[in-house]
């Protein structure tokens, strides 16, 4: 049986989506209640970033510890990838000790080598190309507001054509909802990703057309990590595609706004949305934790011999 890894939401169908959305849900009210049950008992997960991370490695570290595991968190600089050592003798000797590897780094092709030497499963903690973790506590959190008839949903992305635009393409075609995308000109994006799984992207010239009538508005920072020194440039591309509460009145009246954060206010967000009657980021902020439970019970469950 082919090892299954969650590199990308391309990973999973969408009844397993769906699954492990209610996982997450429950494994919410088993917190609640104090009942989760020890699945990573003796389990290890090995953390790698190469990139920063407060959500991620929180979310990841608590999980395991929560299912009974144990994470170790493994930062680029205090390991051996520092001095050269190629990700695919990495992922061979991590393999060979823990029960799980979930990395965050810039080439989503260093991901694809991971799991092609790893002989347990991978987790993408996000790349320059997708963050399908945060997908995860987004695709909850829209499910427990607006309930599961995602099909019924048109959510509008303003901003970057990033990691997060492009899962979000992937989530769409898994879970069938219109997903409205205004980004600059030359910030659209990943190609092949719209071409491949767009069939639900309308592309919008201006963030008004494609918030009118939203269920749900999102949006990310304009300049990603490792774009920091395009900052400048970017705040003058993207100045009129600040999500604010007068953008955010084009949507319906009772839409709800979502941020994977960090978020800069006054750049990407105006200072009030993210503390407005809409926001409902700080409940997907928290159900990183209930959506990383989740994927790890989704692939030792889907690993079982
Ligand atoms: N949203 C998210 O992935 O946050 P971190 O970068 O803090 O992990
Ligand atoms: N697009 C952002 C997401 C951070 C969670 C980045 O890659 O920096």
Sequence with gaps: MNKRHFKTLIDINTQEFKRIIKKAIDYKHQDQSNTISKICNNKTLAMIFKKNSTRTRVSF??????????????????TQLKR????????????GMVDMIMMRTNSHEEIKSLAANS????????????????????????AEIKGEN????SIAWIGDGNNMCNSYINASKLLNFKLKISVPNGYEPDKYTLDKFGENVELCEIPGSAVDGADVVTTDVWASMGDEHENEERKKVFKSFQVNMNLMSKAKKEAIFLHCLPAHRGEEIDETIIDSEHSAVWQQAHNRLYSSMAIID????SNKN
Aim: overall charge negative; proline content about 3%; some cysteine.
């Design 150 to 153: 995602f099909e019924k949903l």
């Design 119 to 142: 002989s347990v499963p991978v987790i993408n903690g996000l790349c320059n190309l997708f963050h399908p973790c945060q997908l995860l506590a987004d695709m909850q959190t829209i």
């Design 298 to 301: 989704f692939l030792i469950d």
């Design 84 to 95: 050269g050592e190629d990700i695919s003798d990495t992922a061979k000797v991590l393999s």
């Design 61 to 78: 570290e608590t999980a395991m510890y929560k299912l009974g595991g144990h994470a170790i968190y493994l930062s680029e600089d205090s």
